[in-house]
């Protein structure tokens, strides 16, 4: 299914290597602009099924299907925040949810971990 600029992910993948010059131009204009094209504002929003009767509304939630390129670009922008912030020491071990190998799930794990030490200590 096509995205809101209705480029498919895997035709900008396969004309990449042509796509890497423009797109450079493009992702450099935007960051001297301060602003994203109005194209990349737009979204396609699908129903999908989540669970129970196909009948009912309720039973389908949002997904919106927004640009190929806009997702590159936040993509590379992510990636250079997040590398400036751990060289520069600015994000703490316990930021989990957005850093490379870490989630939610390995926060929740530490902290039963450390709450299990602490238990544990305790009972001595």
């Given amino acids: 299914m096509a995205c ?3 480029f498919v992910p895997r035709f900008l993948n396969l004309i990449r290597q042509e ?3 423009p797109l450079t131009i493009l992702f450099q204009n935007t960051m001297a602009c301060e ?3 109005d194209d990349w504002k737009e979204a396609n929003v ?3 099924y989540k669970g129970g009767s196909r009948n009912v509304a309720t039973d389908y939630r949002p997904f919106s299907l927004t640009s190929q390129l806009y997702n590159v670009f936040e993509t590379i922008v992510r990636n250079q925040v997040i590398e400036f912030l ?3 020491v600015l994000i ?3 930021q989990h949810g957005f850093r490379k ?3 939610c799930l390995t926060n929740l794990l530490l902290f039963w971990i450390r709450f299990y030490i602490v238990l544990m200590m305790g009972f001595r």
């Fill in 4 to 6: 809101a600029d209705e």
């Fill in 101 to 103: 190998g870490s989630s």
């Fill in 92 to 94: 703490r071990n316990s």
């Fill in 86 to 88: 751990e060289i520069k």
């Fill in 46 to 48: 699908v129903p999908v």
């Fill in 19 to 21: 796509l890497a010059c």
């Fill in 35 to 37: 602003s994203v094209p």
